[in-house]
Each structure stands twice: as structure tokens, then as C-alpha cells.
């Protein structure tokens, strides 16, 4: 009977996760569309004026003034410039400064193929996942070809600052180190110090408890439970890209074309094949949740440096706090819905009791206090499987000045979307965490300078 009960409460929780997961992509979906109908009208009726408007939406970026570039780095199911009409995924932010990019990644693909893509959009060229990864992994080793590049002259000389929000964070890290690795064909001279700064926004530099909760496996951070939210995301995405709607996918795309699981190249077969589990990204591993379990979290940081050149700051966020020794939300009406049932299941997390550990050391109230999508103690810095050098900033005297190859880092209180997509919600907090973030970025334009500029107050 209990068994029962609990069942009843599990399905429960998936049925409630389902529809405030579908409404919120509806409501994103729906904003999108209807921001560009209105467009659509106003250029229709708005009066010939024979003006003529920079048309900014081709713009690349030159290093001709000497500053580098920004480069916008989205999360899970995000996108870039581009999709979803004229909806910006960091709200907007990419406006406070003439020299920035948003590239539009693969918002599902893994953490090791978006790197792969983030660096031909800046340098230009076809997406080369690398032979053996494609093989292993059954895609094909070439994806979409991004021309002349939007950043074609970055090399040493003319590095880049970065900044990622969740999962994005840790893209650029990996990205980083392919370069120091010279992991790219036909690009031997690259190296580490082509970024310059990689600044984290609620970065998944650990993993999140959040994955199992949703249903990935906590034994082995790899499989998904029979039952669960990320299954049924895993049939949508793959009834979406195998029905392969042209208008569709150009508004957006999971980022999985390089699997060809369109019905035009896999048929009917395929799309039996991938439903059952037997072909695919799901199938074989290479998409992004298995990257943000603790276990996957630790496989890339076992091979990830934190280099001595390269500057590094980080805002963790959270919505909780104690109460009497428990950690609860901090906040019902201040938590987006879409959220607030993660950061109280997450505050209540234990590892089963039947599992091992996913590192020796682990406690699970060291992972209590969190967002709604990643635990606090995974945002601040890289610390699992190895502790790189940080520093908590209370203070903004604390970082003066910064000094290269250290993770500084804050701790915001913001659930996990507060400073994307909508800026309303967040207020003047929105501008207060993205100033700083790019004021602190033209600060650190001269590489060669002995010392580095104080920075600024926030």
C-alpha cells in the first residue's frame, strides 16, 4: 500500500513538472511569435520614410578598435541571435556593449559538441566534431558551416572575453582547453591565452542533483529512469527533429541535424530505432543532461585546467536559507514557477542510501542550498574532482586587484532564470550583475600589463 502511495505521488510530481515545463515553452514560444507579428505589422504600415537603417543583424565583429569582443554563451534549451525571432535569451544584455556575440548552439547537444561549435562560429568554417567523437558517438563528423566566421582573427593576439550562463559556463572551459590541446584540424597554433576572461553566470562547473530528479540515474550519471520528465522530453525532441518542419526548425532547433534523425535520411525506421533507445544522441550518450550530473561533471573536469593567463569570475546563485536548521525556499512569490518545486525538492535531496557516493567526501547538505536547476556549491568554482584556486568576494576590495588563474566568485540571490530572457524580472539587479560583468571585461583589454587594472565598484 505504501508502495503504492508513493507511486501514485511520484506520477503525481511528473504529471504537475510536465505542464509547468510545456507552459513555459508554450509562453516562450507564444512571446516570440507574437513579438514578431507586431514587427511584421509595423513595418507594414509604418509610412515610407526613405531612411536608410544599418542593418545590424550580418554584423560580425573585427578587432580593428583593439577591443576584444564579447561573446554571450547560452545554457540548456537555450538559443542564440537568430532563433526565436527577435527574443533575446540574455534579455537583451548583449546591447550594453557595441562588441558583442551570441552564438546559437545546440540548446540539448552535449557539452564537448557545443564547444566544437562555438569555436567554427568564431573562426570560421565546417564544423568538424572530429573523426573518432563522431564514430563513437554515430553522428556524422561534419555539421553546419559557418563561412567566413564572426570573429575570423582570433588567435593570441586578439583573444576573447566569455561569458556563460549555466551550462555555457562550462562550454567555454572545455573550449578553452581544446584550444590549449591544439584539438582542432588544421589549427596548430592554438593555445589557452585566445581567452582572455571567461565570466560565469550561475555556471555548471560540478554537476547538479537536479539531473536525478528529473531522471537521470544517480548510480552512474549516464542512463535515464524507465519513467520520468527527461523521458518524456527525449520523445519530443526526437518526433521534432524527425519530422524536420523547415520553418519550424529555423525558428529552433535542439541542435541534433549532425545525427540525422530527420525522416528524409532516417525514414520510418529510424524513428522506431530512436523511440526504442536503439539510435541517437539519447542512445548513445552525447547530449547535454548526462554532462551536468555530478559523475559527468567529473569525467570533464578531470581533463580541465584553470589556466594562469586567463581571468575567471563567477555569480553563484540560490534561492534558499535555513530555517531552524532545515533549507527551504527563501521565497514563494520571488521563485519563477517554472522553479520553485526544484529548489525545494533540491534542498531536500539525499543520495540513496543503496548508491555510492559520487565522490569520496560527498554530503548531501552540501548541495542543499540552490536555484531551482543547480546547486549552489556546483556554480562557484571547479572543485570536483580537483579543488581549483578560488576566492570568495564579499568585498569588491577583495578582487583588487584580480590577479589571472584564480576563480573569484559571488553568491546572488536569483533563481537559475533571473537574469535571462525577461529582464523585468530581475529589476535593477539585472543591470547591477551585467554592467559589472562587461565594465570588468574592458578592464582587462591589455594582457601584457604586469599588473591588471583595479576594478571597478559594482
Known sequence: MIRLWIAA?????????????????????????????????NECFKPNMNVRVKDESSKTVNGSDGLPPIVLVHGIFGFGKGRLGGLSYF???????????????????????????????????????????????????????????????????????????????????????????????????????????????????????????????????RSMKPICLLQLCRLGVIIYDWLDIPWLKAYYNFGFDHFNLSWKKSGLSGLVDCLLGNAGPFASGDWILPDLTIQGSMRLNSHLNTFPNTFYFSYATKRTRKIMGITLPSSILRIHPLLFIRVLQMSQWTHPPDVSPPYKGYRDEDWQ??????????????????????????????????????????????????????????????????????????????????????????
Open 9 to 41: 505521488l511520484q506520477l503525481s510530481e511528473l504529471f504537475v513538472s510536465s505542464i509547468v515545463h510545456l507552459l513555459y515553452g508554450f509562453y516562450i514560444f507564444s512571446t516570440a511569435v507574437a513579438s514578431d507579428l507586431s514587427q511584421a505589422l
Open 369 to 458: 542550498d540552490n536555484d531551482g536547476a543547480l546547486n549552489t556549491i556546483s556554480m562557484t568554482h571547479p572543485r570536483i574532482p580537483t579543488e581549483h584556486p578560488s576566492l570568495f568576494v564579499v568585498n569588491d576590495s577583495d578582487c583588487h586587484p584580480m590577479q589571472p588563474g584564480i576563480w573569484y566568485y559571488k553568491v546572488v540571490e536569483a533563481d537559475h532564470i533571473l537574469f535571462i530572457v525577461n529582464r523585468e524580472r530581475a529589476g535593477v539587479q539585472f543591470d547591477l550583475i551585467y554592467d559589472s560583468i562587461f565594465e570588468r571585461c574592458r578592464k582587462h583589454v591589455l594582457r601584457t600589463k604586469p599588473t591588471v587594472p583595479n576594478q571597478i565598484q559594482q
Open 91 to 221: 534579455a537583451g544584455a548583449e546591447k550594453k556593449d557595441e562588441r558583442v556575440l551570441v552564438p546559437d548552439l545546440g540548446s540539448l547537444t552535449s557539452i564537448y559538441d557545443r564547444a566544437r561549435e562555438l569555436f567554427y562560429y568564431l573562426k570560421g568554417g565546417q564544423v568538424d566534431y572530429g573523426e573518432d567523437h563522431s564514430k563513437a558517438c554515430g553522428h556524422s563528423q561534419f555539421g553546419r558551416d559557418y563561412k567566413e566566421g564572426n570573429y575570423p582573427e582570433w588567435d593570441e593576439d586578439h583573444p576573447i572575453h566569455f561569458v556563460g550562463h549555466s551550462a555555457g559556463a562550462q562550454v567555454v572551459r572545455v573550449l578553452q582547453q581544446m584550444l590549449a590541446d591544439k584539438a582542432f584540424k588544421g589549427y596548430e597554433n592554438t593555445s589557452e591565452n585566445w581567452v582572455l576572461s571567461i565570466s560565469a553566470l550561475s555556471g555548471a562547473f560540478n554537476g547538479t542533483t537536479r539531473t536525478y530528479l528529473d531522471g537521470m540515474q544517480p548510480d552512474d550519471g
